[in-house]
């Protein structure tokens, strides 16, 4: 006769090598990129490895490769999750201020500090080192991050100058548009992410942009206004 009891023992038991309930599999996922993401940094794509992470993580291997076959999909998705975190902050920006160029320097301002800090500078050191062994992956990740955060900055631009002061550039051009967005990232960003890079302290990188966000703002919009959005 089949035994169709359970004794506490053993239902717990179960329920610790199961999967977990659909309410903490997100926090589960979290843990483990979260520690992927420390142990990536700290010991390069080489020195890391699933039992290090899993102990990090507090988390049993097997649930590791129960989301991601192996390292390199870990790897992969740590930055990716990364990435998209950093967007989602940029995006959850509400511009603010009296005029347009007040608004475009709050938007320029944030896009910095959400950019330089010490593990987003990591991330980026991290993939520059790991692009001749995963090309593929860390050309992927680059598309991805420049197209969604153009079109988080193009939102938020849109959204920025809807008082009329730039639209007559924007338009509802969506080529014009990227464009524009493109055009502010690379000026507000790219010059102070390469000094980042190069070991450049990052807060006093960020306070000086604070300083130089208005200057930089009038230039985009002096761009914008005379002809240099245009195909």
Known sequence: ?????????ERATRTRCGR????RAGEVDARILNAATRVFLDRGFEGASIDLIAETAR???????ARYPNKEALFAAALADRIALKHARVGDHKPAGDTLEARLAGIAVTLVNETLTEEFVG???????????????????????RRRGGEIIGQLLAGASQCG????????????QARAARYFIDLNLLPLLIRALAGEPLEALRAEFVNEADRRVAFFLAACRNGGLAS
């Open 165 to 176: 002061q730039l639209d007559a550039a924007l338009g509802d051009n969506e080529e014009r």
């Open 123 to 145: 991330l980026y050191r991290l993939c520059l080192s790991e692009s001749r062994r995963f090309p593929d992956l860390v050309r992927s990740l680059g598309r991805m991050a």
């Open 20 to 23: 977990p309930p659909l309410e």
């Open 59 to 65: 988390s049993g291997k097997p649930t590791i490769y």
């Open 1 to 9: 006769m089949e035994q169709t009891g359970k004794t506490a023992g």
